[in-house]
């Protein structure tokens, strides 16, 4: 479980397909302080540490499944070196809540379509897939490359928010353009009304 307040930017530093997708990320985590097993959202997506090391930077290998690959923009835009990640370790009980809950469980991409200057923002605005975008509400919560954002407004299926300078410095949002595809989790609560909607 985490909140989409990412709290390092991750480097992609090389991948290899053998079987599934193993993905080395460099990190400023203290890698000593990473269990093998545990879980970091990498761009939104909660992915397994399957080793760690430190020479020549603080790195840890994650692997990835076929259907992680397929379902988020590891697939679409494609991990390369050199990317950068949005990393999030895994909330702790007794851990600020500053986001929202978040599973890292990626429900799909979606595609920046506009990014205009807004006084010291950046409006970005976003069009979903169709089966998500019923879930997609003004002045609800996103995860959105493994951020907590908030949406300002939704016309079908695109949906309008608002990155802040802050925002852009610590996280990999300075880096994003029109065009890019970006992994979208729906707010949970707004899955499981919805899903109360369709039984009543």
């Known amino acids: ?3 989409g307040i990412i709290t390092d930017i991750g480097t992609l530093l090389e991948t290899e397909q053998a079987g599934d997708l193993r993905a080395r990320i460099g990190t400023k985590y203290d890698v000593n302080g990473i269990d093998l097993g545990a879980s970091i959202a990498c761009d939104g997506v909660c992915l397994t540490v ?3 090391g430190s020479i020549p930077q603080n790195w840890f290998d994650v692997q990835i499944s076929a259907e992680s690959v397929s379902k988020t923009n590891i697939g679409h835009n494609g991990w390369v070196p050199g990317r950068r990640i949005n990393l999030e370790r895994a909330l702790k009980v007794g851990d600020e809540l500053g986001g929202h809950i978040v599973s890292g469980h990626v429900d799909g991409v979606a595609e920046v379509i506009a990014a205009l200057p807004e006084g ?3 409006r970005l605005t976003f069009r ?3 089966a998500l975008a019923r879930f997609i509400a003004p002045k609800g919560s996103v995860a959105l490359n493994g951020t ?3 949406v300002n407004d939704v016309d079908g299926r695109d949906f ?3 990155v802040i ?3 852009k410095a610590v996280t990999t949002w300075g880096d994003i353009g029109v065009g890019d595809m ?3 989790e729906i707010d949970t609560l707004a899955r499981y009304v919805a899903r109360l909607q369709d039984w009543a």
């Open 1 to 3: 479980m985490f909140t």
């Open 50 to 52: 399957i080793a760690t």
């Open 120 to 122: 010291d923002s950046t």
């Open 128 to 130: 979903a897939p169709e």
């Open 148 to 150: 907590s954002l908030t």
């Open 160 to 162: 309008g928010i608002n």
């Open 165 to 167: 300078g802050h925002t």
């Open 182 to 184: 970006v992994n979208l």
